[in-house]
Every structure is written in structure tokens, then in C-alpha cells.
């Protein structure tokens, strides 16, 4: 393991110290989120932690939670005490961009429920502002896609449909993701209006005044961050 998977391995294992027996846990998605699930498997299996219950926002953190002896359930109207996720780029209010891992639909409808969000992520993801790495990934519907992307561009996005092969990214809801590349000036919370207002969009990867602090692993130490 590198320094910096260490550091991280540590960022996400201070953040699954927050979890208390009893509570209801949204489980994050993607590199980072997996060693907070590990560490959670390996609280319950020592015996540390009881009667947690997990809410999984992909299919693939579902899989592994369930591996590990955490129990995992639907998510449904009731709270989460907590949910511990990474994200794709950080700002200094931990405003966030989240969905270069394809979960971002059921990531924010678990995470929005929770009473408590932590983020967990490497100093790579910190910016200045948002856009300034990442695009935004925005899901949309597979049917007509086609047209959604051109309103999307018809709005003065850049970017592109995803796609790693022969064929479009298809989510775990079974829908397409398009990647937005960002203006270079622009409000999030209008442009997210926008995105959510435009016929064909699901859900964008704005994650605005959610998380309430952020373990971020630097080559040296890991930092918690509040927002500013």
C-alpha cells in the first residue's frame, strides 16, 4: 500500500469512528468509501459495534457490505444517523462534485437523508472552486438521449456521453451519464437549477451544502475540514 492509500485508508477509518452501535449508515461508493466499509465490517466482526444497519448507494458497495457482516437495507423515509462517501472535488464550503464513479443518483438520495455526512477523500480532490479538475457529471434518462445532450449544449455545456467501450456508461438505475465540462464562470446552485430544470436530466453531480466535514489525506497527515 502507498503512503497516500494509507493516509486515506486512515482519513476513512477516523470517519467510521463516528459511527455508534444502533445507527442506520449510508455506505458511500468508490475507492475511498470501500476502506470506510471495511473498517466498519471489521468494528462489527471484533465486536466493537451492534446493530448497525447499512444503506448502500451502489450495487457494488451493497455487495461488499454484505461480504463483511453488515447488515444492509433499502433506503426508505427514515434518517440516516450518518453516511460516509468520497468525493470528486472539494471546495472550501465542502461543496462538492461526485459521480466520476457512476453512483451519483443513489449517493445523493441516501446522503441527503442523512442527519450527518462525512467525506473522505485525498488532498487531490480540494479546489479552489468548483469545475476546476472535474466536470459534472450530469444523469440522464437513455431514452432520447440524444436530445437531452443537445439541450445540454444548447445551455452552453462542453463535455461528453460517457463512454469506457463499444457502448455507453449505463448506471446502476439504468440510465446514461453525460460529463460536463464546466464555464469558466458560473454560479453551482443556479447552474444546478438549470441542469435539474432541462428535460431528460435525472440528477447532476452538485453536491451543495450537504457534507458537514471532510477527512482529506495529504502526502504527510490527514486534515479535517469544516467548511468556511
Known amino acids: 500500500m502507498s503512503d497516500l492509500e494509507a493516509l486515506k485508508k486512515e482519513a476513512a477509518v477516523r470517519a467510521a469512528a463516528l459511527v455508534e452501535s444502533g445507527m442506520r449508515v449510508g455506505l458511500g461508493t468508490g475507492s475511498t468509501a470501500k476502506?470506510?466499509?471495511?473498517?466498519?465490517?471489521?468494528?462489527?466482526?471484533?465486536?466493537?459495534?451492534?446493530?448497525?444497519?447499512g444503506v448502500a448507494t451502489s450495487e457494488a458497495s451493497d455487495q461488499l457490505a454484505r461480504q463483511l457482516g453488515i447488515p444492509v437495507e433499502p433506503l426508505d423515509p427514515r434518517p440516516l444517523d450518518i453516511a460516509i462517501d468520497g468525493a470528486d472535488e472539494i471546495d472550501p464550503k465542502l461543496n462538492l462534485i461526485k459521480g466520476l464513479g457512476g453512483a451519483l443518483l443513489r449517493e445523493k438520495l441516501t446522503e441527503v437523508q442523512a442527519r450527518r455526512f462525512i467525506v473522505i477523500a485525498d488532498h487531490t480532490k480540494t479546489v479552489t472552486h468548483l469545475g476546476e479538475k472535474a466536470p459534472v457529471p450530469v444523469e440522464i434518462a437513455k431514452f432520447g438521449f440524444l436530445s437531452t445532450?443537445?439541450?445540454l449544449r444548447a445551455m452552453g455545456l462542453g463535455g461528453r456521453l460517457r463512454q469506457p467501450g463499444a457502448q455507453p456508461y449505463?448506471?446502476?438505475?439504468?440510465?446514461?451519464?453525460?460529463?460536463?465540462?464546466?464555464?469558466?464562470?458560473f454560479d453551482p446552485a443556479t447552474l444546478e437549477r438549470q441542469?435539474?430544470?432541462t428535460l431528460g436530466v435525472v440528477e447532476t453531480g452538485f453536491f451543495l451544502g450537504m457534507a458537514e466535514r471532510a477527512f482529506v489525506a495529504s502526502p504527510d497527515e490527514v486534515r479535517e475540514l469544516t467548511p468556511v
Not at 449505463?170 to 464562470?185: K, R, Y
Open 195 to 197: 441542469l435539474k430544470g
Open 149 to 151: 445532450i443537445e439541450r
Open 35 to 53: 476502506y470506510a466499509i471495511e473498517e466498519l465490517g471489521r468494528r462489527i466482526a471484533s465486536g466493537e459495534l451492534k446493530d448497525i444497519v
Open 170 to 185: 449505463v448506471t446502476d438505475n439504468g440510465n446514461h451519464i453525460f460529463d460536463a465540462q464546466l464555464p469558466e464562470s
